[in-house]
């Protein structure tokens, strides 16, 4: 059964020319020494559907441009589309992507108009909140999952290894001692560098 092509529940008029285009996303992956390239498939782009038509007269070209094409082109909302080109594909929702109208004065009181469609994707639900956007009803330590923990019984007595400086005490002292006879070891060199030099006046 043919279907009439209809946006938006608009039936498309005097239609010329339809084409969708469907295409791969793939990414080339040139190779050293390999013939060819490997290819990465990125998955389906999304289809368009290019319309092109006609009008006759100032009366079609107005309802052309008031109609709710234009108003959902320039809302920039999804709309439905149907259409036998696209009846095998999983083409539901489109957006209009262009939308143009063109007079030529060759052809009088002929109008030619253009829309492109491109199929429209429902956005990904948003990720849930990371640790840092903790729902107000729920605390944190049922978020990390710490209420299953037994904090306290993690903790380790840490042994009593007293005064770490007791040990090395004497040999702090001893050392003490002999620094202070070293210094009676320069008395003799002060006494040297102070005398006068030899023939002096």
């Given at each position: 059964m043919l279907i009439k092509p209809m946006i938006n529940g608009w039936?498309?008029?005097?239609?010329?020319?339809?084409?969708?285009?469907?295409?791969?996303?793939?990414?080339r992956l040139p190779v050293p020494g390999l013939s060819g390239d490997l290819h990465q498939d990125l998955g389906r782009g999304a289809l368009v559907v290019d319309i092109s038509g006609s009008l006759y007269g100032d009366e079609a070209r107005d309802e052309f441009l008031t109609e709710?094409?234009?108003?959902?082109?320039?809302?920039?909302?999804?709309?439905?589309?149907?259409?036998?080109?696209?009846?095998?594909?999983?083409?539901?929702?489109?957006i209009i992507e262009t939308l143009s109208l063109e007079e030529n004065a060759d052809y009088p009181g002929q109008f030619f108009y253009f829309i492109r469609l491109r199929e429209?994707?429902?956005?990904?639900?948003?990720?849930?909140?990371?640790?840092?956007?903790v729902a107000p009803d729920?605390?944190?330590?049922?978020?990390?999952?710490?209420?299953?923990?037994?904090?306290?019984?993690?903790?380790?007595?840490?042994?009593?290894i007293g005064d770490l400086l007791q040990p090395i005490e004497p040999a702090a002292q001893t050392l003490k001692d002999v620094l202070a006879g070293a210094a009676d070891l320069f008395t003799p060199l002060e006494s040297l560098?102070?005398?006068?030099?030899?023939g002096g006046d």
């Amino acid at each position: 059964m043919l279907i009439k092509p209809m946006i938006n529940g608009w039936e498309i008029p005097r239609i010329s020319n339809i084409q969708s285009q469907e295409s791969r996303r793939l990414l080339r992956l040139p190779v050293p020494g390999l013939s060819g390239d490997l290819h990465q498939d990125l998955g389906r782009g999304a289809l368009v559907v290019d319309i092109s038509g006609s009008l006759y007269g100032d009366e079609a070209r107005d309802e052309f441009l008031t109609e709710n094409v234009r108003k959902a082109f320039l809302e920039a909302q999804p709309v439905d589309f149907v259409a036998d080109i696209v009846n095998e594909s999983e083409l539901e929702q489109v957006i209009i992507e262009t939308l143009s109208l063109e007079e030529n004065a060759d052809y009088p009181g002929q109008f030619f108009y253009f829309i492109r469609l491109r199929e429209y994707t429902e956005p990904p639900e948003p990720a849930s909140p990371g640790l840092g956007l903790v729902a107000p009803d729920l605390s944190l330590d049922i978020e990390l999952g710490l209420d299953l923990l037994d904090l306290p019984g993690l903790l380790v007595p840490l042994p009593d290894i007293g005064d770490l400086l007791q040990p090395i005490e004497p040999a702090a002292q001893t050392l003490k001692d002999v620094l202070a006879g070293a210094a009676d070891l320069f008395t003799p060199l002060e006494s040297l560098f102070d005398s006068p030099p030899a023939g002096g006046d």
